[in-house]
């Protein structure tokens, strides 16, 4: 189907890296992008999306430090079918093991742990809390 990102400066590029033609239109709030294209993608304005992309969902792609004040933008409009793109979490020159990315997570552990006389007995996550008191 596709989605659409919010956001065309630098974290929108490393989406687009990773996305591509999944991605059928760009929303920004600079008015003076709206109305041009993003590698042949049009930026459009909230509204817009509003009007001709509502059943797309969202992956906000903007830095770190303004990522709550779109998602209040969107709840605002009542827009609740947006994520974060996990491009505005990475870090420069940080590695990160391609094997073990979330999408990848399960098929790793098949591979290490999955071998005759040995028993998977869970794979997940947990928070946990230790209290100090």
Known sequence: MGVVIFGSGYIGEKVYKRLGDKIKAVIDNDKKKVGQKFHDIPIISLANYKEK????????????????????QLDMENINNYSIAVEVYEHEGIYTDQDIEHDNWSAYLKQLCDKPGYEVLEVGSRVVTESLI
Do not use: P, R, T
């Open 53 to 72: 992309y509502c059943d797309l969902d969202i992956i906000i792609a903007v830095g770190a430090g303004v990522v709550e004040q779109i998602s209040h």
